[in-house]
């Protein structure tokens, strides 16, 4: 249990200098004792209650991947592969969190085909599935969206699941 006394304002003192350590009462036989004393009309005591469980919760500050209900590394592997697998079919349907989260990678991906060099050719590598697909995607690419500044996906919303009523989506090349 604590209590603040101190004169004036509010439950901290005069509410304008720093607290000093005399104004702050943090055991009970001397909150008693402040309690019992006969206190000017300026003293004010101020009990504040002791939270019963102390929880930490995490704040997700710059933090800016959907989780999609999955650990780091299962997350990064579902997102390769729905990666690989729309620019080798160009199309393909799945939840619509999952759609959003795979645009980002493709249009980097396809970013990097536009670039055309050796170390985006090896970026690429290093994060598709398909060895023979970045070939292709490289030789390709260049001509389809040589006037496109970004925006190389498009996401369009279905109908919802069957099973358990999740909306889909449509993640497609433009």
Known sequence: MAA???????????????????????THE????VT??????????????TPAVTTITMIRHGNRKKSLGLPAD?????????????IRHGRITTTLARAKEV??????????AKDNSLHARRQAL?????????????EGVPERYADRNGGYTRVLRTMPRKGDNSPMGIIELV
């Open 4 to 26: 603040f006394v101190g004169a004036g304002g509010g439950a901290f003192g005069s509410g304008v200098g720093s607290m000093t350590t005399s104004s702050f009462v943090c």
């Open 74 to 86: 299962q997350r990064k592997a579902l997102l390769r592969s729905l990666t690989t697998e729309l």
């Open 30 to 33: 001397r909150l008693t004792a």
């Open 126 to 138: 290093a994060y598709l599935y398909d060895k023979d697909l970045v070939h292709a995607l490289f």
């Open 36 to 49: 019992q004393q006969k206190q000017p009309s300026a003293t004010r005591v101020v009990t504040l209650p």
């Open 103 to 112: 645009r980002k990678t493709a249009d980097h991906m396809i970013t990097l």
